[in-house]
């Protein structure tokens, strides 16, 4: 085995029927697996201008090429779909097991199309995949339908499962797909496509062997990272508070210095994603008050409430992925803390921390707790919830939404009870909720009255927890990446932190800099952002995960593994062409979609303009257009953003065709 099956199965929901492509080795060098394989796939099979949330859509369910080879933290599941709220290309991605068991199955990804006209789930094994009625787990959370379906399927071998909550079968735009009893796939209204299906869930249950063609190779560089990452902890001393005043230094300082990402490891294994929340707010990462404020007003007493050490002793258990040897997951007992209404909960992501923190003025993590299994039981994005609830508060504070819009409810900074009150609606689809279940695009839109100023979203999507003024190239990506408002394609944080030019021949170095150098629309700055691109897809092909990957080169190395599975014979700078392969095909997929992708820039706000007037991003403004069209020129794309004739010849993807460019052409 060269890692990946050869196969990918489909189902038509309308039909009721599913059979097995195969699919030729070719397409894999080309394409690598994960959204690599969906991009080519979906690029061929959803007709232009289909309806995201109509019977031509294809929901795409893939595993990483390296998953199941050996291979450490290989493990995330990727959905890739035509997105309903950014009418272009859509992804999403997820840890937990079910990136395995698409394997086991003897499939490299699941490609769902049509649209069933009762509800129904799909069971699979290696031996036959069958749809099943699902009206009785319809109305059911994700939670409560995973616990159902494995009560009903858990014969020999624990089965894998995906399902969506209410928020999907409502078909909020802006739901996501749950497994592992919370985990979620969130973005790019992914759940709303399956809700659309009338798909509730999807059971695997295989047993198919999974392996790479050099096993031993690949087990000795899983050990090597292995070991790196055992021997990095953190001693005992080391306090939340500690970390959070790295972040002030950090923020004061007027130079970026160049780390080696090996040291975030320990911080993951001790408290997750959140144990950054005080350090992103300090360094002023976090947005604040949708996007208008700044550390001064979300002041220390703030910050001191999202101190992760108050999670690490709720933390019953550490949680795992798939083959991961880091575990930033964990479950955490809470009841007696919400309100009684839960009793366990996933410990709540840096994203949704910060939604329900820095970004809506919140200062209270136990109340943080509550939303976060509450949208994770209900499939709702916390980050895109978030940027709904900091636009309703903002709005109700500038007169242009009132008591009478939000059903009495009186919106302010800060007051959690409210807020919770308003994201119950948005899952029922009741009153307001109904008006901004899809989305604070679409939110604002349906209220108007100048409301659409305060709307921070990107082409339809709402951005991360992560300030494009700390971060320009996050900038670049918030407005043009294939699915815009995405954090995790690039940034120059995790461009330092990977230290590409150590293995690929084009990326520039980054050592230490000044943090102004950052700000100028330089060749420089362009090739660090289509690197980081390019190597995102890779990794994403691979079923590798962002935070071993910020590790960086040196450490986590993908291309040695890849080659290690495949014997394809190829360089760092081979895969970094597909990684440009695999994006471009994206890029011709939005275009064939119609869509402009000039269309998606951020909010000036976002970019700094005006600047902010106090903190640490005090004065900066990014350059945003420049630096858009800097990047479009290094990745062969004209100034529209539509890639040239030459560019696809020298990529091998001549014969795919876009729509009409939008754009300067
Ligand atoms: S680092 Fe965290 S998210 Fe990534 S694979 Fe490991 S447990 Fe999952």
Redesign the pocket.
């Known amino acids: 085995m060269k890692g990946y099956t050869g196969k990918i199965l489909w189902v038509d929901l309308s039909e009721e029927k599913t059979w097995v492509e195969e699919i030729p080795e070719r397409i894999y060098t080309a394409y690598l697996s994960g959204t690599g394989l969906a991009s080519y796939i979906l690029y061929r099979e959803i007709p232009a201008g289909a309806d995201p949330l109509g019977p031509e859509n294809v929901l795409a369910f893939v595993s990483g090429l390296l998953t199941g080879t050996g291979a450490v933290?290989m493990?995330?599941w990727m959905v890739a779909t035509k997105s309903p709220l950014t009418g272009g290309w859509g992804d999403s991605n997820c840890?937990?097991t079910f990136s395995p068991a698409i394997k086991q199955c003897g499939y490299d990804g699941i490609f769902v199309k049509g649209q069933a006209s009762r509800p129904l789930y799909l069971l699979a094994d290696h031996r036959e995949a069958r749809l099943m009625p699902a009206k009785d787990l319809w109305g059911l959370d994700a939670i409560e339908t995973e616990e159902s379906l494995m009560k009903r399927h858990w014969e020999k071998k624990k089965p894998s499962v995906v399902s969506i909550g209410q928020a999907g079968e409502r078909v909020s735009l802006i739901s996501g797909i749950v497994n592992d009893g919370g985990r979620i796939a969130a973005r790019s209204g992914v759940g709303a496509v399956m809700g659309s299906k009338k798909l509730k869930a999807v059971v695997l249950k295989g047993i198919l062997p999974m392996g790479g063609q050099d096993p031993a190779a690949i087990h000795a560089l899983s050990r090597e990272f292995s070991d790196k990452i055992r021997r990095y902890s953190l001693p005992g001393l080391i306090k939340g508070s500690h970390v959070a005043l790295g972040g002030r230094l950090l923020g004061l300082s007027p130079f970026n210095p160049s780390l080696d990402g090996l040291m975030f490891m320990p911080l993951?294994k001790k408290w997750?994603?959140s144990g950054t929340n005080g350090m992103a707010a300090n360094m002023g990462d976090s947005p604040v008050k949708n996007w208008s404020g700044s550390i001064k007003d979300y002041s220390r007493p703030y910050v001191a409430a999202v101190n992760p050490d108050h999670i690490a002793k709720l933390e019953v258990r550490k949680?795992?992925?798939?083959?991961?040897?880091?575990?930033?997951?964990g479950i955490c007992r809470i009841d007696g803390k919400t309100g009684g209404r839960y009793t366990y909960s996933h410990k709540p992501e840096y994203e949704t921390v910060s939604s329900f923190s820095s970004l809506v003025m919140g200062k209270d993590l136990d109340a943080v707790y509550e939303i976060n299994e509450m949208l994770n039981r209900a499939g709702m994005d916390t980050i895109s919830a978030g940027h709904v609830s900091a636009w309703a508060i903002e709005s109700f504070e500038k007169g242009l939404i009132t008591t009478e819009d939000t059903d009495g409810l009186v919106l302010e900074w800060g007051n959690l009870d409210t807020i919770k009150a308003l994201l119950e609606k948005m899952i029922r689809r009741e009153g307001i909720g109904d008006l901004l279940a899809d989305g604070v695009k679409l939110g604002s839109e349906r209220i108007g009255r100048g409301s659409q100023a305060l709307a921070m979203h990107c082409g339809g999507q709402e951005p991360a927890m992560h300030d494009s003024r700390l971060d320009p190239i996050l900038g670049v990506i918030y407005s043009v990446d294939t699915t815009p408002g995405r954090h995790t394609t690039g940034s120059s944080l995790y461009y330092g932190l990977t230290k590409l030019w150590e293995r690929v021949s084009w990326a520039p170095r980054a050592g230490w800099h000044s943090k102004n150098s950052q700000y100028k629309a330089s060749r420089e700055e362009a090739l660090k952002t289509l690197a980081s691109v390019a190597y995102k897809q890779v990794v994403d092909g691979a079923g590798g995960?962002?935070?071993?990957m910020i590790s960086g080169v040196q450490h986590y190395k993908v291309f040695d593994w890849l080659e290690a599975a495949t014997g394809w014979g190829f360089s760092p700078d081979d895969y970094m062409h597909i990684g440009r392969r695999i994006s471009t095909t994206k890029q011709l997929f939005n275009i064939k979609q119609g869509i402009n992708p000039l269309a998606s820039k951020m909010p000036d706000r976002m970019a700094g303009l005006p600047p902010l007037t106090q903190g640490p991003l005090k004065g900066r403004t990014v350059p945003v257009e420049e630096m858009i069209a800097n990047y479009f020129e290094v990745a062969g794309w004209d100034r529209g953003g539509c890639p040239k004739a030459k560019t696809l010849e020298a990529l091998g993807i001549d014969s795919l065709k876009g729509g009409e460019c939008h754009g300067q052409g």
């Open positions: 933290v493990g995330r840890g937990g993951m997750g994603t949680y795992h992925c798939y083959s991961c040897v880091i575990g930033c997951g995960c962002l935070f071993a």
